[in-house]
């Protein structure tokens, strides 16, 4: 299925946050594509992180005069479940395994959207593992493909591994976040790019302070009470019940409130799951609001609700990168993590906010921002100026094209 993107974009726009140096640097590398055709396909056009990045990076692709565009593959129900499966594995959860019937249903729809996907492109980027087997099914011609994974890969479960490892052999090139991520068996043609934000979307453009203040009061947040927030999807490896258990013992101490957004995501099925397992550790505690999608939280009351914040707080046992740690820090507020996967290379300790791995040492490290507002200012200066230089879609764009020129 065709994406068309929610944003149109033009390079010169971004003149303003990055200067123009890198626009005319990215502008020069640019020329080299130009006739060329780029096509990312993921497995969903909204929720999650690299839906997000494609509504903005596919239109500026296009900005570069490069024929860019997206497709999304279609299944059924059951291959969600299986793909939810394969993501936890390649993740490290060592109490699941994949049967043949369920490998051969994920192998039937990468079949499928083979056939029905327009594959004719001269780079192919195929993200995450959902589609991963797409090469294996599809007619040979000039495309160059690269599998763009997004998921911590430290340490798979070897029987998730042994089965989706020997796709890789089928791509001209490995992305991942992190060289922690690199594994023997793509070492050769690995390359290392972190993802970006967009500073101009709706969840990341500037907001006047009357913007946050209206939308915290159409949800019932109270705006001049103090808030730390969390933004995750519905996921066990988000840890959500340890962000509550952080706002627990700091609610004993002041006045406080958390608010926990969420979106859901359609490649996601286990979301509803934890959703409810998250309502049952909230209890009834009226000073933590839970924020989704469903109850018409979009990217715009995202930003305002991160806007109007103290502290940021992320609490994941394993993550690939965490764009919403990049998205708190461009908005100027601190946070306070878990030093795992991507989040160590935003997080710096001690400059752009804390990193702790207990729930008492984050909680000790919120409260200390908390109590000192020039700390919050001058880690909320550092953390924009960080992102700015590492983590906006311009930087992504051009390690993209980097990699690719290599194939020209």
């Known amino acids: 299925m065709k994406v068309t993107p929610k944003y149109t974009r033009s390079i010169d726009d971004y003149v303003k946050v990055t200067g123009e140096d890198d626009v005319n640097e990215l502008k020069a590398l640019g020329e080299s594509f130009r006739g ?13 992180g690299v839906a997000e990045i494609l509504h903005s990076m596919v239109p500026l692709m296009k900005s570069l005069d490069i024929d860019a565009r997206w497709e999304v593959i279609e299944a059924e129900d059951d291959f969600f479940n299986i793909t939810k499966k394969i993501h936890n594995g390649l993740q490290g959860n060592l109490d699941i395994s994949l049967t043949e019937e369920e490998w051969e249903v994920y192998l039937k729809w990468n079949r499928y959207n083979a056939e029905i996907l327009d ?6 980027i195929v993200h995450d593992p959902q589609p991963m087997a797409l090469p294996s099914f599809a007619k040979k011609g000039k495309q160059h493909w690269i599998w763009r994974c997004h998921i911590d890969l430290t340490h798979p479960n070897p029987l998730f591994w042994r089965r989706l490892g020997p796709l890789v052999n089928q791509y001209d090139a490995v992305i991942v976040h992190s060289e922690e991520y690199i594994r023997d068996e793509f070492k050769d043609k690995a390359f290392v790019s972190p993802p970006s934000i967009d500073p101009l979307s709706d969840k990341n453009r500037e907001l006047t302070g009357e913007e946050v203040v209206k939308v915290s009061e159409r949800f019932n947040v109270d705006p001049e009470k103090p808030s730390i927030t969390k933004v995750a999807r519905f996921d066990p490896w988000k840890d959500i019940p340890a962000a509550i258990d952080v706002y627990k013992i700091l609610k004993k101490k002041r006045d406080l409130q958390l608010l926990i957004i969420s979106m859901m995501a359609r490649d996601d099925p286990e979301g509803l799951v934890f959703y409810e397992k998250v309502k049952e550790h909230v209890g009834q505690d009226e000073d933590i609001h839970i924020l989704t999608d469903e109850m018409g939280v979009r990217d715009l009351e995202v930003n305002a609700f991160q806007r109007g914040s103290r502290v940021g707080i992320h609490t994941a046992i394993r993550e690939g990168f965490g764009l919403v740690v990049s998205e708190m820090l461009w908005k100027r507020v601190p946070v306070v993590a878990r030093p795992v996967g991507g989040v160590k290379i935003q997080v710096i300790h001690g400059v752009t906010g804390y990193t702790a791995s207990t729930v008492q040492d984050l909680a000790q490290h919120v409260e200390s921002l908390l109590e000192n507002a020039g700390l919050r200012k001058s880690m909320g200066e550092a953390g924009r100026e960080h992102v700015r230089r590492n983590f906006v879609i311009t930087r992504h764009v051009y390690r993209y094209l980097s990699l690719l020129a290599k194939f020209l």
């Open 119 to 124: 594959l004719d492109a001269d780079f192919i």
């Open 36 to 48: 060329k055709s780029i096509l990312h396909i993921n497995s969903t056009p909204y929720g999650g």
